[in-house]
């Protein structure tokens, strides 16, 4: 009962704050939203002017002096140009089997933008070019309409649906099956107001493979954000030949002097995929200690139950990471994480240690 226990602090978190990538902590840490930051309007990828003047002269521990005319993204007026480079080393030691070391190149990315009409219209291209064969992540066109208030976009692309962590092996992010791995092809509408930012998104539903069947997918999202605080939920709804998955949860980010925190609840509901209905719960809390300038540490509790019919599944996972940004644009990342799981499957029980090279513009 261990996981039930950490998933009932994150919720309670989530609910009794009453106040409420990309990394979400940052826009907690500044008190604006994914938009202020990323040229996506829920968060990740190419960062916009004031995300890349921000991560040069406040993430960075040392600003550096580059003249008069500082990187901002923009090759001109109608090109906007990024990138994001990912690689690691890994130990991983798992009970009964011999200890594992490797280095990997986790991704290399290259975000490009065409200002069609410039505040108007854009069209949008997230490649993943390494490592292995190029593949297309995210591929949309985006019309901004009503003051600015108001997009419309069209395309391949992620979908809007809890706090959008960095981490895809996050239970959040993994077990819900959307994150920066499976963008789905379809249309989103959005509101960005001055302190509520909502997305409504209907899509193939097969994670960016190729439709099979007569199902939709529909993806709700509502935050409201304020300088020291934000809370939200999400929806979301797959009915596919093969069964109906119903997503919801509640997020929420509150600043407390240094710390940013984080948490979510989720709640999953999947019904004929195993000839019946199961029922999921996971959540997670996150605590951001912004040391000093350019050093972040970060310490992430996270539970999930598979099924809540079945008594003594649970799952849970503690990070430690220490985040260090020395100069713009270059941050290193050592973290250590404890899987603690049923004891007969030694892989949920195992203990991983990692550094990470981040280098992105």
């Given at each position: 009962?261990?996981?039930?226990?950490?998933?009932?602090?994150?919720?309670?978190?989530?609910?009794?704050?009453?106040?409420?990538?990309?990394?979400?902590?940052?826009?907690?840490?500044?008190?604006?939203?994914?938009?202020?930051?990323?040229?996506?309007?829920?968060?990740?990828?190419?960062?916009?002017?004031?995300?890349?003047?921000?991560?040069?002269?406040?993430?960075?521990?040392?600003?550096?002096?580059?003249?008069?005319?500082?990187?901002?993204?923009?090759?001109?007026?109608?090109?906007?140009?990024?990138?994001?480079?990912?690689?690691?080393?890994?130990?991983?030691?798992?009970?009964?089997?011999?200890?594992?070391?490797?280095?990997?190149?986790?991704?290399?990315?290259?975000?490009?933008?065409?200002?069609?009409?410039?505040?108007?219209?854009?069209?949008?291209?997230?490649?993943?070019?390494?490592?292995?064969?190029?593949?297309?992540?995210?591929?949309?066109?985006?019309?901004?309409?009503?003051?600015?208030?108001?997009?419309?976009?069209?395309?391949?692309?992620?979908?809007?649906?809890?706090?959008?962590?960095?981490?895809?092996?996050?239970?959040?992010?993994?077990?819900?099956?959307?994150?920066?791995?499976?963008?789905?092809?379809?249309?989103?509408?959005?509101?960005?107001?001055?302190?509520?930012?909502?997305?409504?998104?209907?899509?193939?539903?097969?994670?960016?493979?190729?439709?099979?069947?007569?199902?939709?997918?529909?993806?709700?999202?509502?935050?409201?954000?304020?300088?020291?605080?934000?809370?939200?939920?999400?929806?979301?709804?797959?009915?596919?030949?093969?069964?109906?998955?119903?997503?919801?949860?509640?997020?929420?980010?509150?600043?407390?002097?240094?710390?940013?925190?984080?948490?979510?609840?989720?709640?999953?509901?999947?019904?004929?995929?195993?000839?019946?209905?199961?029922?999921?719960?996971?959540?997670?809390?996150?605590?951001?200690?912004?040391?000093?300038?350019?050093?972040?540490?970060?310490?992430?509790?996270?539970?999930?139950?598979?099924?809540?019919?079945?008594?003594?599944?649970q799952q849970n996972r503690l990070s430690l990471v220490w985040e260090y940004t020395p100069l713009?644009?270059?941050?290193?990342?050592?973290?250590?994480?404890?899987?603690?799981?049923?004891?007969?499957?030694?892989?949920?029980?195992?203990?991983?240690?990692?550094?990470?090279?981040?280098?992105?513009?």
């Amino acid at each position: 009962m261990k996981g039930l226990r950490l998933l009932g602090v994150a919720l309670l978190f989530a609910l009794g704050c009453s106040v409420a990538a990309a990394e979400p902590y940052l826009a907690v840490r500044a008190g604006l939203k994914c938009s202020a930051c990323h040229e996506n309007p829920t968060g990740g990828g190419l960062r916009t002017t004031l995300g890349n003047v921000w991560a040069q002269n406040t993430l960075a521990q040392r600003p550096l002096a580059i003249g008069d005319a500082p990187w901002t993204g923009s090759v001109g007026r109608y090109l906007s140009l990024g990138a994001d480079l990912r690689a690691n080393a890994t130990y991983t030691d798992v009970p009964n089997r011999e200890t594992e070391d490797e280095f990997d190149l986790d991704q290399l990315r290259v975000y490009l933008q065409l200002n069609a009409i410039p505040e108007r219209l854009q069209l949008y291209i997230d490649q993943r070019v390494a490592p292995g064969n190029s593949t297309n992540m995210e591929a949309y066109g985006k019309l901004w309409f009503g003051s600015h208030r108001w997009y419309l976009k069209g395309g391949r692309m992620y979908l809007p649906y809890g706090l959008r962590l960095e981490d895809d092996t996050a239970y959040i992010r993994q077990v819900p099956g959307i994150n920066f791995a499976t963008p789905d092809n379809g249309a989103e509408i959005g509101y960005e107001g001055t302190a509520w930012a909502v997305q409504l998104a209907v899509s193939n539903g097969t994670a960016g493979g190729p439709e099979l069947d007569n199902g939709t997918q529909w993806s709700l999202r509502a935050e409201r954000v304020l300088s020291a605080w934000r809370v939200g939920a999400s929806f979301n709804f797959n009915d596919s030949d093969a069964g109906e998955r119903r997503m919801q949860n509640v997020f929420a980010g509150v600043r407390t002097g240094p710390v940013a925190w984080l948490a979510e609840a989720d709640y999953i509901v999947d019904e004929g995929f195993f000839g019946g209905t199961r029922h999921q719960l996971l959540g997670l809390v996150e605590a951001n200690w912004n040391l000093r300038p350019g050093h972040n540490l970060k310490l992430t509790a996270e539970a999930f139950d598979p099924d809540t019919d079945v008594s003594e599944d649970q799952q849970n996972r503690l990070s430690l990471v220490w985040e260090y940004t020395p100069l713009p644009y270059v941050q290193l990342r050592i973290g250590a994480r404890i899987y603690d799981g049923i004891p007969q499957n030694d892989l949920q029980n195992r203990k991983t240690a990692f550094a990470e090279l981040h280098a992105f513009f």
